[in-house]
Every structure is written in structure tokens, then in C-alpha cells.
């Protein structure tokens, strides 16, 4: 059954889900499991990935919660940083995910807002010879450590194959993530799923993860086109879904970078008018597109619409 969008402001819009959004995560996942052997794309995947990547904006008991509540089984596992960064590893008997969190959620518009206009990081080396941006490396250095040796364990109890998602800053600590794990096939790295992911690294980077990653951009969504300047790239296959609610698969390089020329850039002084907009001006009012796009729960609900408009056909 098709969803609705919530109302396009703050109020809505703000995760954690289910605090002013009705949203029920995994909704139909017993009929619509998770495929975790597909490597090829896969929309039902999809789908369930964002909802795990939308679950890491809430408290560790709600997630936990919501995966009982699906009835989907396994231990989760919570790995917070020295700072902002948030993952966990939910361990299943047929498939283990890594979702990371994107940014701040009791400032979630704020902090979207300043990494648009500080996003010209200087790209620091990723230690195999390619480049990365700086800032998302620090942040997935709080964590890798921790993660990665949960996720040996994990595997040398039971082979499995580990998928990896996020959203936004999350999207960004999963393509690093996925990056790492190639380093090991005892990870048994299957692919990655991401939305309104920035870009990560230099094209030497880029081409070292060798599984799918599959990144999904909501129309307008302002972070999909960051960090600015001529040494980051994207990872993986684009999915584009347009003002629609229309998925786009696969886009060549080309054309989305035909996107690039209308992309919305904030200056500093736009940032700060918007964040000032945002938090004086009531939470009924809208907010842009290009921010609105980005909302971890319009992502969820789109890639479910998009999903289930292939079982009407």
C-alpha cells in the first residue's frame, strides 16, 4: 500500500521517526523479508536498508524495539563515538547490517545547514593511495575500531553475508566503511545501500570498493551534491528518484552530472538567514525542497512507494 508524505516541515520532518510521524519500521517485512544473498539491486533491499538507516536516529531501546516489533530476529549491537558518530550492527542468523547514523538529531536542520556551507574540507590520504575527505574520516575513525572487531567475531561464529547503509553523513561513514571492509574478506562484505549520501573521495577511492553500492538521491536533496570542488566523487550506481516520487535507475555519470548546474549552494549568509528562518518561524511552516528532500523519513517512505508501485503493475 502506498504511503504519504508527511507534512514538509520541521515538525515533521525532524527524526527521529515516530515522535510526531506515524511510521512503523519494516512494516510488511514478513511478507517482503530482507534478501541478504541479492547482490544484484534489489528495491525490497532498498527499502529495508533505508529503514534500518532512518532507525539509527532513535535511542538504542526503540531500535531495538522496532526490530522486535517486525518480528525480525537477532542481537543489535551499539557503537557511539568520542563525539557525533553513531552505528549499529544488527547480527541475524542469515545477514549482518553496519547502519551508521547521519548527523545530530537533537539539531538535525542546523547541522544539514552547516555542512552545506563548510564543505570544502582539504581531502586527506585514505591509506591506500586515494584521498578522502577529512572530517568523514575522523568520524569513522571514532568507531572502526570497535566495529570491525564485533564484526570478525560475528563472522567467525556463523559466515554471513554484511550489508551497509546510511543516510547523510551516514551514507558517507558507510562508503568508508564499505572501503575498509575490502580490505578483509573475512568482513564478507556483500554490497552497499545509501541515501543522500555527499561525496566521499577521489576516483582512486572510489574504485577501490569493489561490490555494489547503490546510492539513492531524493530530487533536489542539497547534500547529494557536497562537498564542492574537483577532487570528490560519488561511489556506486545513482538512483534517482524525481518531484515525482519516480525512481530513475541507474544513471549514467553524464546525466546526473546534468543535475549539477541547478544544484542549490548555500553562501554563508544564506545559512545563517535559513537557520534563523528555521528556528524562529513556528513548526508548520515549510521548509525548502532542497532541505526537505534530504529528510531521512521522506527517503524511507519514497523507496517503500517506489517498491510497492512494482507489485501494482
Known amino acids: 500500500m502506498r504511503k504519504s508524505l508527511p507534512p514538509q516541515t520541521t515538525e515533521w520532518l525532524n527524526p527521529p521517526a515516530n515522535v510526531k510521524t506515524p511510521y512503523t519500521f519494516f512494516e510488511g517485512s514478513a511478507h517482503h523479508p530482507l534478501g541478504p544473498d541479492d547482490s544484484a539491486f534489489n528495491l525490497g533491499n532498498a527499502w529495508w536498508f533505508m529503514d534500518a538507516a532512518l532507525l539509527t536516529y532513535s535511542s538504542e531501546a ?3 524495539g522496532a526490530f522486535n516489533t517486525a518480528g525480525i530476529t537477532g542481537d543489535v549491537t551499539f557503537f557511539p563515538g568520542a563525539h557525533s558518530t553513531q552505528a549499529y550492527v544488527m547480527s541475524m542468523p542469515a545477514a549482518i547490517v553496519l547502519a551508521f547514523r547521519g548527523t545530530q538529531v537533537d539539531s538535525f536542520w542546523p547541522s544539514v545547514i552547516d555542512f552545506a556551507v563548510d564543505a570544502q574540507f582539504i581531502p586527506v590520504p585514505d591509506g591506500h593511495g586515494g584521498w578522502v575527505h577529512g572530517g568523514f574520516l575522523g568520524a569513522l575513525n571514532e ?9 570478525r567475531a560475528e563472522q567467525k561464529l556463523a559466515q ?3 550489508w551497509i547503509t546510511g543516510h547523510s553523513l551516514g551514507a558517507a561513514l558507510a562508503t568508508l566503511a564499505a572501503s575498509r571492509s575490502c580490505d578483509d ?3 564478507g562484505l556483500q554490497g552497499v545501500y545509501t541515501c543522500g549520501s555527499p561525496r566521499v573521495g577521489d576516483p582512486d577511492f572510489c574504485r577501490r570498493i569493489r561490490v555494489p553500492v547503490f546510492r539513492f538521491r531524493n530530487d533536489s536533496d542539497l547534500v547529494a551534491h557536497l562537498p564542492l570542488g574537483l577532487v570528490f566523487r560519488h561511489v556506486g550506481t545513482s538512483q534517482f528518484i524525481d518531484a515525482a516520487g519516480h525512481l530513475h535507475r541507474d544513471l549514467p555519470e553524464p546525466i546526473e552530472l546534468m543535475f549539477e548546474p541547478g544544484a ?10 535559513l537557520e534563523g528562518f ?8 515549510p521548509i525548502p525542497g532542497f532541505l526537505a528532500d534530504h529528510a531521512p523519513i521522506n527517503y524511507s517512505i519514497l523507496i517503500w512507494n517506489c517498491f510497492d508501485a512494482t507489485h501494482a503493475q
Do not use: C, K, N, Q
Open 264 to 273: 542549490h549552494v548555500l553562501s554563508a549568509r544564506e545559512a545563517i538567514t
Open 185 to 187: 574478506e573475512a568482513f
Open 278 to 285: 528555521l528556528r524562529t518561524s513556528g513548526p508548520e511552516l
Open 62 to 64: 526503540a531500535i531495538r
Open 160 to 162: 554471513r553475508p554484511l
Open 143 to 151: 568507531v572502526w575500531p570497535e566495529i570491525a572487531t564485533h564484526l
